[in-house]
T-cell receptor, first 114, second 108 residues
Framework: DAGITQSPRHKVTETGTPVTLRCHQT?????MYWYRQDPGHGLRLIHY???????DKGEVSDGYSVSRSKTEDFLLTLESATSSQTSVYFC?????????????FGPGTRLTVL | GQQVMQIPQYQHVQEGEDFTTYCNSS?????IQWYKQRPGGHPVFLIQ?????EVKKQKRLTFQFGEAKKNSSLHITATQTTDVGTYFC????????FGTGTSLTVIP
């Protein structure tokens, strides 16, 4: 695998609580992505980063924020979790923009919001 | 917004039969990528196509990018049990979008 870890791997939380998911890479790749995967929807891009402190919104960014203070870490925060955010979250990295480069995915985090 | 749909959503085949999944985008894509996700696993990159009408082969897998760069297909010849998983297309329109996926079950 491409040296990507996600933590935690599983989390159960209650509606209204803040949650932060961490993605860590050892490859020093510039681009990092957060996706959520739900049945029937495939993977949907939440936010992505093209460098330290450089981030942009994806298709389903409402209710999520991100931060990237170091090349190797990309954090996804749910400020106030809702049941609709129950999902499997995948982090991915690429050497350059996904426009022309393959993405390498982490193992995923299964989040349940009760 | 942009949509990338795949059909069929599910496909069950007998081992040795062929399999095809189709990917259709509502807008033109600059590239198309294909990923495979095994049950309980994460997506793994298979291939990328960039040129209109491009065809690429990987052993029993054949990938095609449509002339209008709005559709693509993945064809597997003589499926094996190791082909089980969900196949996703993905591409860059005004942003990067994944298709809805086709789940392949291979019956021994």
């Amino acid at each position: 695998d491409a040296g990507i870890t996600q933590s935690p791997r599983h989390k159960v939380t209650e509606t209204g609580t803040p949650v932060t998911l961490r993605c860590h890479q050892t490859e020093n790749h510039r681009y990092m992505y957060w996706y959520r995967q739900d049945p029937g929807h495939g993977l949907r891009l939440i936010h992505y980063s093209y460098g330290v402190k450089d981030t942009d919104k994806g298709e389903v960014s409402d209710g999520y924020s991100v931060s990237r203070s170091k090349t190797e870490d990309f954090l996804l925060t749910l400020e106030s979790a809702t049941s609709s955010q129950t999902s499997v979250y995948f982090c991915a990295i690429s050497v350059e923009s996904a426009r022309n480069n393959e993405q390498f995915f982490g193992p995923g985090t299964r989040l349940t919001v009760l | 917004g942009q949509q990338v749909m795949q059909i069929p959503q599910y496909q069950h085949v007998q081992e040795g039969e062929d399999f095809t999944t189709y990917c259709n985008s509502s807008t033109t894509l600059s590239n198309i990528q294909w990923y495979k996700q095994r049950p309980g696993g994460h997506p793994v990159f298979l291939i990328q196509l960039v040129k209109s009408g491009e065809v690429k082969k990987q052993k029993r897998l054949t990938f095609q990018f449509g002339e209008a760069k709005k559709n693509s297909s993945l064809h597997i010849t003589a499926t094996q049990t190791t082909d089980v998983g969900t196949y996703f297309c993905a591409g860059w329109g005004n942003q990067f979008y994944f298709g809805t996926g086709t789940s392949l079950t291979v019956i021994p």
